[in-house]
């Protein structure tokens, strides 16, 4: 919300006729000679990142954390493997990615422009797939939930979420019309349906949205949408730009509407739960899995009501 606003404000106080040119996506013929001017020029802006957020964690080491230097030794490591990672990935997405993605988008509309929707729902299912921190968001959920949220479902809902931002960022850019006809509404059903869902799909969702518009969203589908709309002869900044912001809005939805199919699901077993105990008359004690007692709440407020007790 925070660069949004800051983008809008700067809008607004912006003065003069826009004006844009197409990046360089050129593939280079001299792969060393680019490789290395790439590497060198990378290499500089990471360290010059990195460099003041050592600088504050410095600052604040003197005159807060005072940490041993056995933890200093093992963040300093980190922070190297942290400065070579990502030196090689963005010398590879200046290089690779970029341009890649481009040329696709371009021919890709040349040939059969009939296609372009669903050939991005198809790129946006795989490409989230190949998110760092996608991955990373799934398996943390799994681990915090006790497997109630399983990794494949999350990565199922996101895939499907995201090759439909695509799919429709496609549309747009064939069509041509503002992006707000997309945004205002998937906002809205969004959080229309956060007052419906488990709060615990909720934040999940939203997280989800941040987390699948991460790198390779910007450095691949924002060159394939470009040049799509280059090729297409639409309007670069309206209608190519955009499709990061549909990549974080889907997941909300996707997500939410996975928790009411569980939230479905919880309610039923817990009807049959609850239709077993009243046929076992003269029972008030119930064994329910760990998973079942602790983390499905329903189900045990639902024997709670007819009078058990539950053990887990």
Known sequence: IGPILAVILLGIGANG?????????????????????????????VLLALGLIVLFFAILQIAVLKLPAKKLYQMTIGLLYTFIG?????????????????????????????????????????????????????????????GTVKKSSMMIALSLGVGISIGLSMLRIVCDFNILYYLIPGYFVSLGLSFFVPRL?????????????????????????????????????TDAFGVVALVALTPLIAIQIMGIVYQI????????????????????????????????????????????KIVT
């Open 17 to 45: 006729t826009l004006e844009y040119q197409i990046p360089d996506y050129a593939i280079t013929v001299n792969f060393t000679e680019s490789m290395l001017h790439t590497l060198a020029h990378t290499a500089k802006e």
């Open 86 to 146: 990502l030196v090689i990935f963005l010398t590879a997405v200046n290089i690779g990615f970029m341009p890649i993605g481009y040329k696709m988008g371009v021919a890709l509309a040349q040939a059969n422009p009939q296609l372009l929707i669903l050939f991005g729902f198809v790129l946006g299912m795989v490409v989230v797939l190949a998110e760092p921190a996608v991955h990373v968001l799934n398996r943390q959920v799994e681990e915090v939930t006790a």
């Open 201 to 237: 799909y909720t934040a999940i969702a939203f997280d989800s949205g941040g987390v699948a518009s991460g790198p390779m969203t910007s450095t691949f589908l924002l060159p394939f949408c470009i040049g799509t709309c280059t090729a297409i002869g639409g309007n670069l900044m």
């Open 265 to 308: 699901k919880t309610r039923k077993s817990g009807a049959r739960i609850t239709a077993s105990c009243a046929k076992e008359q003269g029972r008030d004690v119930y064994a329910l899995p760990g998973n079942i007692g602790s983390q499905n709440s329903e189900i045990s407020n639902l024997l709670l009501k007819n009078g058990a």
